[in-house]
């Protein structure tokens, strides 16, 4: 069964300092990963996907399909990253995203 | 552009009373539309998606139900709600077109069953 699993709730990091939160998946075909984020009162909206191989707002996610996870990572956290941070999958035959539980990111000053 | 829209943004209902939400979508055909539901310690999961009018699939059994009169409109329904429909639910669009197209999602509904 398809299944993305975020492990942390909740990370909290001073800013500056290094981030990654952490997303594993199981999909038994190639996956589309996704990493969509909701800031405060806002909508929840696409941060990026692993196909463009982007790095947007300096977040980059690398595909590891040995260990089948798709990290999201960094360098230099900022307060403004504060956020909740979705990891996601898309089934490729129905085009349903599948998400994780999810996990908030705090970035403390 | 495209937009969606999605209301009431919080409603408060007794148990077994009835529930309509309503999510359209402006600026797009044939859009792909869901239904998730965001529960606390349990992140974002997807109650229904659509792939056109009157093509509903279930994702978990539930006394929720989906409807999609028209090719831009997407409804939750309820006879009777029960504490446990408690949540926030968000309605989602994306293209047809591309497996990998992202998802549009609405401002979300808190719905509160007391």
């Known amino acids: 069964a398809q299944r993305v699993t975020q492990p942390e709730k909740l990370l909290s990091v001073f800013k500056g300092a290094p981030v990654e939160l952490k997303c594993n998946y199981s999909y038994s075909g190639s996956p589309e990963l996704f990493w969509y984020v909701q800031y405060s009162r806002q909508r929840l909206q696409l941060l990026l996907r692993h196909i463009s191989r982007e790095s947007i707002k300096g977040f980059t996610a690398d595909l590891n399909k040995g260990e089948t996870s798709f990290h999201l990572k960094k360098p230099f956290a900022q307060e403004e990253d504060s956020a909740m941070y979705y990891c996601?999958?898309?089934?490729?035959?129905?085009?349903?995203?599948?998400f994780g539980q999810g996990t908030t990111l705090q970035v403390k000053p | 552009s495209q937009t969606i829209h999605q209301w009431p943004a919080t409603l408060v209902q007794p148990v077994g009373s009835p529930l309509s939400l309503e999510c359209t979508v402006e600026g797009t055909s044939n859009p792909n539309l869901y239904w998730y539901r965001q529960a606390a310690g349990r992140g974002l999961q997807l109650l229904f998606y659509s792939v056109g009018i009157g093509q509903i699939s279930s994702e978990v059994p539930q006394n929720l139900s989906a409807s999609r009169p028209q090719d831009r409109q997407f409804i939750l329904s309820s006879k009777k709600l029960l504490l446990s429909d408690s949540g926030f639910y968000l309605c989602?669009?994306?293209?047809?077109?591309?497996?990998?197209?992202?998802?549009?999602f609405g401002n979300g509904t808190r719905l509160t069953v007391t």
């Open positions: 996601a999958l898309i089934h490729s035959n129905t085009g349903k995203l599948i």
């Open positions: 989602a669009w994306k293209r047809r077109a591309g497996a990998i197209a992202p998802l549009h």
